[in-house]
């Protein structure tokens, strides 16, 4: 590295922990386990819905439910996680202060929601995408406005309801897409491993 570059990549460095002693310290004051915020997020957004697709996952296609919902999961988190760095919204009550976001929605809640709807009507294509498309208009025009309500979400900037909304649908649509290419996928033969034949 150039000594422009390292100069700026050392103080990025710094700047980012800086902020990450300053998250610590802001959870310590306002977001911790004194808090009713993080008993909600804890219990009802995290616990219950884990402890839940526990009990009622259909064990017979969990791979495939399973791999659905951590699609969610994990587009959720990124696109989150982009949000945030731009200043685009933010949460001022947070599960844990060393990672950024409400993991509790992105981990568990939305992605188990989305999963319930998989698992209901994965045999019926049209159910499906009328359910979680209407999932998706219900978190994000009447969830997030909920969370808003009381503080547990803010927005900044231009950002509004109706881009969460979209940020759901894009999510969805990206989990389907690359869910059917995976069962797709899991129907050919491989090109490198090919299926020996029995005999």
């Not at 499906?128 to 999932?135: A, E, K, N, P, V």
């Not at 909304?165 to 491993?193: C, E, G, W």
């Amino acid at each position: 590295m150039g000594k422009e570059q390292t100069l700026m990549y050392k103080e990025i460095s710094t700047i980012r922990e800086e902020l990450s002693d300053l998250q610590v310290q802001y959870w310590s004051l306002y977001s911790d386990l004194s808090t009713w915020q993080f008993w909600l997020m804890f219990l009802l957004f995290f616990m219950i819905p884990l402890v839940s697709i526990y009990f009622f996952i259909d064990r017979k296609h969990i791979f495939q439910i399973g791999f659905f919902g951590f699609n969610i999961h994990m587009w959720l988190q990124y696109i989150d996680t982009w949000a945030l760095k731009e200043g685009l919204w933010g949460y001022p009550y947070e599960l844990l202060p060393f990672i950024p976001g409400n993991h509790s929605l992105e981990t568990a809640l939305i992605p188990v929601l989305f999963m319930y709807v998989y698992q209901f009507h994965m045999r019926n294509t049209k159910k499906f995408y009328l359910y979680s498309i209407g999932l998706c208009v219900f978190l994000g025009g009447i969830f997030k406005p909920i969370l808003s309500l009381h503080h547990l979400f803010e927005f900044h900037k231009q950002t509004a309801f109706y881009h969460i909304i979209l940020v759901y649908l894009v999510v969805f649509v990206f989990s389907v897409v690359i869910t059917k290419l995976f069962l797709f996928l899991q129907t050919r033969p491989s090109p490198i491993h090919p299926v020996e034949e029995k005999g």
